[in-house]
T-cell receptor, first 117, second 114 residues
Framework: DAGVIQSPRHEVTEMGQEVTLRCKPISGHDYLFWYRQTMMRGLELLIYFNNNVPIDDSGMPEDRFSAKMPNASFSTLKIQPSEPRDSAVYFC???????????????FGDGTRLSIL | KNQVEQSPQSLIILEGKNCTLQCNYTVSPFSNLRWYKQDTGRGPVSLTIMTFSENTKSNGRYTATLDADTKQSSLHITASQLSDSASYICVVGSKRGNNRKLIWGLGTSLAVNP
């Protein structure tokens, strides 16, 4: 089975440019999560969706960050304008929880390594 | 403040040896505790998930324990292999109403040498 697919794997861009990260969750999963990972802060949850609806975006650092999930098989995380401090690895994860016992595992993609110069 | 602290920060062991990684947490209300393995350049992979009523769970050579009274967990790796070299992350889940959060530790970096 295909896992969570993220693109691009690497992105290098200049400060001020718009960055769009893409995620395809595992088919049939009803939750989708966006994380950011840095050495200093570890993994931080940015936002998560349930059935394509944003549930908690309290982790989104500021208005420059936005996320959408137009359908069950696709989500984007956009940064506009980008800044050097946004450099990190961004992960997307999905899980299936409807009709199952609580505490299901999250399945992660391999991330997008973002560098803002 | 909800926190998850892991120790040691890094660890080097020889192939075939056992090791134990520690996790202390101050998370309330507690829902579950998870251990993830993250290989370099890859996303985390779930190893175990334990709820309040479980005090041990195994996944092959990995055994996690949970003491909800002292708010401590450990991950024991038996007969280590080179492929065990990775970061191991402790994650504590909290649920309040319909909102749930996962509080992630910074991980223990394990190197298994031949």
């Amino acid at each position: 089975d295909a896992g969570v697919i993220q693109s691009p794997r690497h992105e290098v861009t200049e400060m001020g440019q718009e960055v769009t990260l893409r995620c395809k969750p595992i088919s049939g999963h009803d939750y989708l999560f966006w994380y950011r990972q840095t050495m200093m802060r570890g993994l931080e949850l940015l936002i998560y969706f349930n059935n394509n609806v944003p549930i908690d975006d309290s982790g989104m650092p500021e208005d420059r960050f936005s996320a959408k999930m137009p359908n069950a098989s696709f989500s984007t995380l956009k940064i506009q304008p980008s800044e050097p401090r946004d450099s990190a690895v961004y992960f997307c994860a999905s899980s299936l929880e409807a009709g199952r016992p609580s505490n299901q595992p999250q399945h992660f993609g391999d991330g997008t390594r973002l560098s803002i110069l | 403040k909800n926190q998850v602290e892991q120790s040691p920060q890094s660890l080097i062991i020889l192939e075939g040896k056992n090791c134990t990684l520690q996790c202390n947490y101050t998370v309330s209300p507690f829902s579950n505790l998870r251990w993830y393995k993250q290989d370099t350049g890859r996303g985390p992979v779930s190893l175990t998930i334990m709820t309040f009523s479980e005090n041990t769970k195994s996944n092959g050579r990995y055994t996690a324990t949970l003491d909800a009274d002292t708010k401590q967990s450990s991950l024991h790796i038996t007969a280590s292999q080179l492929s065990d070299s990775a970061s191991y992350i402790c994650v504590v889940g909290s649920k309040r109403g319909n909102n749930r959060k996962l509080i992630w530790g910074l991980g223990t970096s394990l190197a298994v040498n031949p």
